[in-house]
């Protein structure tokens, strides 16, 4: 069962441009969200994340848009930059164990 | 500091034969878990430890794969009688687990592959 729902599957964006990435999930339990990125050959590098409680989240040209009654999440990064180009996944946890659930994936590719 | 590190960084293996999969978290994180990547898809939760003990193995997809954490520290991933299907990138996380912080950091992974 996919509990976390991502997409696109891959998104080509100008430099300077905004990308946006969207994520829905189904277990009304989750209460931490955070956003990977991943570089061929390299494992998931942390980004970004929040919780439920807040509705967005800015850490410089990255935020996080959460929608608590939709049960959605986005990712938007603002002024892309061809440094970006890698595959962002959603994520989703609870309770004391915290794994993680993550999307399918995004491949971000930004032209120069 | 040091991040998370595995060993080895890639396995080719013939079908049946046993693997290990070593992880070193970061120091003084209590949590750690396993993963597994398969090609152009999402890493999927294998098992999880807190401290020395499995708290969550329901990732492990059957009793061909056993993971240990004798010390608190370094994991091993064990597969047994290794299929084809097997073939994938091994991630390992570690976070601070109970003693505060839910962020997960990732090593490289260990790319697995059955032939």
């Known amino acids: 069962q996919q509990q976390v729902k991502q997409s696109p599957q891959s998104l080509i964006v100008q430099k300077g441009g905004i990308s946006i990435i969207n994520c829905a999930y189904e277990n009304t339990a989750f209460d931490y969200f955070p956003w990977y990125q991943q570089f061929p050959g390299k494992g998931p590098a942390l980004l970004i994340a929040i919780r439920p409680d807040v509705s967005e989240k800015k850490e410089g040209r990255f935020t996080i848009s959460f929608n608590k009654s939709a049960k959605q999440f986005s990712l938007h990064i603002m002024d892309s930059q061809p440094g970006d180009s890698a595959t962002y996944f959603c994520?989703?946890?609870?309770?004391?164990?915290?794994?993680?659930?993550f999307g399918s994936g995004t491949q971000l590719t930004v032209l120069p | 500091g040091a991040g998370v590190s595995q060993t080895p960084s890639n396995k080719v293996t013939e079908k049946g034969k046993y693997v290990e999969l070593r992880c070193d978290p970061i120091s003084g994180h209590t949590a750690l878990y396993w993963y597994r990547q398969s090609l152009g898809q999402g890493p999927e939760f294998l098992i999880y430890?807190?401290?020395?003990?499995?708290?969550?193995d329901s990732g492990l997809p059957n009793d061909r794969f056993f993971a240990v954490r004798p010390e608190g520290s370094v994991s091993t991933l064990k597969i047994q009688r290794t299929e084809r299907g097997d073939s994938a990138v091994y991630l390992c996380a570690s976070s601070l687990g109970l003693a505060g912080g839910v962020e997960q950091f990732f090593g490289p992974g260990t790319r697995l592959t059955v032939l």
């Open positions: 430890f807190q401290g020395t003990g499995a708290a969550d």
């Open positions: 994520a989703a946890s609870s309770g004391s164990a915290r794994q993680l659930t």
